[in-house]
């Protein structure tokens, strides 16, 4: 099995496309799966749940679709990147919405309500209903992200029930609390190893993938019940299922820190390493799915780190920029890149700057990715163009050991003892070795026995908070998570461009050292200073209305539910 698409040969033909939401709701895609003659075996249940997985579990996506949720897409509306055309804050309400769908909810529910009818044990009647929650969470969890209150459905409908199928949206916590009990389910029945010596761990889903993803969905809901609802009971609640749930992965699975950093996103073959969850297998081949990340990292220009996130990183005495002596400056890339958090330099291009006009390849900012690249394909067929093989982590431990440590200190409770179980086991990782992070009597951020708070935290946020936030980007930087963490902390003043101009500055660099290349950037003084990758005040990304943390709903569902008899509400300021 070279990758879990491969399988969907089977159904994939059978997976009907809709376009109105009744249709979503009723129209089965897999007809003839339903019936006695398909829900016999273990072997035919597991070929329907292989059908979630592309979608559930992008990875890199494939071939030249790099919609994959990294740095290409929507989730680079943020401070980490430095576009010279910025994505911008919706500003119209959308006349369709292809996420407004019933699709995979309607088919983890056909499942959930089959898998009982299948004369199998009940051991595994438990293990597949608690997959098809799990999948079904999933859905509902990222349904609420996007459009917040969402219509809850526990089964597939029958295409008479128009009430059903038609009815106003349920409130965000009572579709949240379903998934909780979905995913409390899933975390108690699904199998730590599920039986099928073809396929390593690693590329199913199992008890540890449920528990990982767990942490991670309630983390996002636990912050934004507190930051946009300011519902603490509601926080507490989701925080501490998140807590848990990492703390499961941690104590009861067999997983451990990677002893490089680097390989866990360029690599050609991740079944072995200790910190990989769940991954996306890729392979060349007729027929196998590929995929063009190493590419963009490799010989296409690309957006470029800002300034701000640069100078985000630590120096290696574990103190920020703004404290540490150790600290170079910024007029030299050389400079910049010195004592610095070695994940620095396994994320970007060390020492050198690609500019645009001197290479093809140019960055944004000059700042160059290459985390995602294997050096040892860039320059052969397997590296180039859409014929990238190397594997996608779908979710690995050092996220979930972030998860933890966050929903810890969100929830008051954060010891010394959970710093040292997560964000200092991540700094001993080999060739990291950075500094303890300790937490002092009065509450500060300490290293090495010294009390700091960096002047460039943001007031609202407490110094301990900061660094473990500060952390979180850097240990995540570039894998598609701080659009996301800007929406539920409620900071995405952060990506305005205006208020924020470190954003839109790239290195420092004088043009006479580049002579006689012409270099095609704006700078902030005409013939040295930052790099400004979107020079033009009109293109500049700003934050101007609240209303963006949720996406509006399309108009073509508000004007199909009333022409069924629903008024289906707009979000708040569409």
Same mark, same amino acid.
């Given at each position: ?19 109105k ?7 089965l ?13 273990e ?5 329907f ?12 996506s494939?071939g ?9 897409s929507?989730?680079?509306l ?5 576009p010279t ?9 959308p ?17 959930i ?8 044990s009940?051991?595994a ?22 459009f ?6 526990s089964?597939?409908?029958d295409e008479t029930d ?16 379903s998934?909780l ?5 899933a ?11 073809a ?9 540890f ?7 991670r ?11 946009h ?7 507490n ?6 807590r848990?749930?990492?703390?499961e992965?941690m104590?009861?699975?067999n997983y ?17 390493n200790?910190e ?16 063009s990340?190493?590419?963009y ?11 701000n996130?640069?100078e985000?990183y630590l ?5 920020p ?5 150790q ?5 030299t ?13 396994a ?9 645009n ?7 944004t900012?000059g700042?160059?990715?290459h985390k995602?690249?294997?050096e ?27 998860n933890?440590?966050?929903? $810890? ?6 010891t010394?003892?959970? !710093? ?5 086991? =991540?700094? @001993?990782?080999? +060739?990291i070795?950075?500094p303890?992070?300790?937490i002092?009597?009065?509450g ?10 960096d002047p460039?935290r943001?007031?609202?946020?407490l ?25 539920r902390?409620r ?8 208020a924020?101009?470190?954003?839109n500055?790239g290195a ?18 005409d013939d040295?200073?930052y790099i400004?990758p ?6 500049q990304r $700003?934050?101007?209305?609240?209303r963006?943390?949720?996406?509006? !709903? ?5 004007? =199909?539910? @009333?022409d069924? +008899?629903?008024?289906?509400t ?5």
């Open positions: 099995m070279k990758s879990f698409i491969s399988i969907l040969i089977i159904v994939a033909a059978l997976a009907g496309s809709c376009k939401t009744d249709e979503f709701l009723t129209r895609p897999l007809d003839q799966l339903t019936d006695e003659g398909y829900w016999t075996s072997s035919n249940i597991r070929t749940a292989w059908n979630f997985y592309p979608n559930a579990f992008p990875g890199y494939a030249f679709d790099l919609g994959w949720g990294g740095y290409f929507g989730e680079s943020n401070d980490d990147f430095a055309t910025p994505p911008a804050f919706a500003q119209n309400v006349s369709t919405d292809s996420r407004w769908s019933f699709t995979f909810i309607r088919r983890a529910n056909t499942m309500a089959r898998v009982p009818t299948a004369p199998i009940e051991e009647i438990r293990h597949w209903t608690g997959v098809g929650r799990f999948f079904r969470a999933l859905e509902f969890a990222n349904k609420v992200k996007v917040g209150d969402f219509p809850w459905y089964q597939p409908l128009t009430a059903g199928l038609f009815k106003k949206r349920d409130p965000r916590t009572l579709v949240m609390d998934v009990a979905d995913m409390k389910y975390a108690e029945h699904v199998r730590e190893e599920d039986i099928d010596p396929l390593p761990d690693q590329l199913y889903v199992n008890k993938t449920v528990l990982a993803f767990m942490s969905v309630f983390l996002f809901e636990g912050t934004w019940q507190k930051y609802h300011n519902n603490t009971a509601k926080a609640e989701y925080l501490e299922a998140a848990w749930a990492a703390y992965v104590t009861k699975g451990s820190i990677a002893p490089d950093y680097r390989k866990m996103f360029n690599s050609l073959d991740l079944t072995k200790p990989i969850i769940l991954f996306r297998r890729y392979d060349v081949g007729p027929g196998l799915v590929m995929h990340l190493a590419t990292n490799n010989r296409e220009p690309q957006t470029g780190a800002s300034k996130l640069m985000a120096c290696d005495d574990g103190l920029i703004s404290v540490s002596l600290y170079k400056g910024d007029k890339v050389t400079d910049v890149m010195t004592n610095r958090d070695p994940r620095m330099y994320t970007f291009v060390k020492n050198t700057l690609r500019l006009g001197m290479v093809n390849n140019h960055s900012t700042y160059a990715v995602f690249l294997n040892e394909i860039a320059n052969t067929s397997e590296g180039l163009n859409a014929n990238n093989p190397t594997d996608a982590p779908v979710i690995r431990f050092g996220e979930v050991l972030m933890y440590i966050e929903a $810890v200190a969100e929830l008051g409770k954060l010394q003892n959970d !710093l040292d179980m997560t964000i200092n086991r =991540l700094r @001993k990782r080999p +060739g070795n950075m303890d992070l300790q002092s009597g009065s500060l951020p300490m290293v090495n026995g010294v009390e700091f708070d460039g943001d007031p609202g946020v110094p301990i908070l900061w660094e473990i936030r500060r952390e979180r980007r850097i240990e995540l930087a570039m894998e598609g998570f701080r659009t996301t963490d800007l929406r902390w900071k995405l003043e952060y990506a305005d461009m205006q924020n101009i470190d954003i500055r420092w660099i004088r043009r006479a050292d580049y002579i006689p290349t012409e270099l095609n950037v704006t700078l902030t003084n040295e200073g400004i979107a020079p033009k005040p009109e293109s $700003v934050l101007t209305n609240n963006v943390y949720l996406s509006p !709903l399309p108009d073509n569902q508000i004007k =199909l539910y @009333k069924n +008899g629903v008024e289906l707009q979000n708040e300021g569409w």
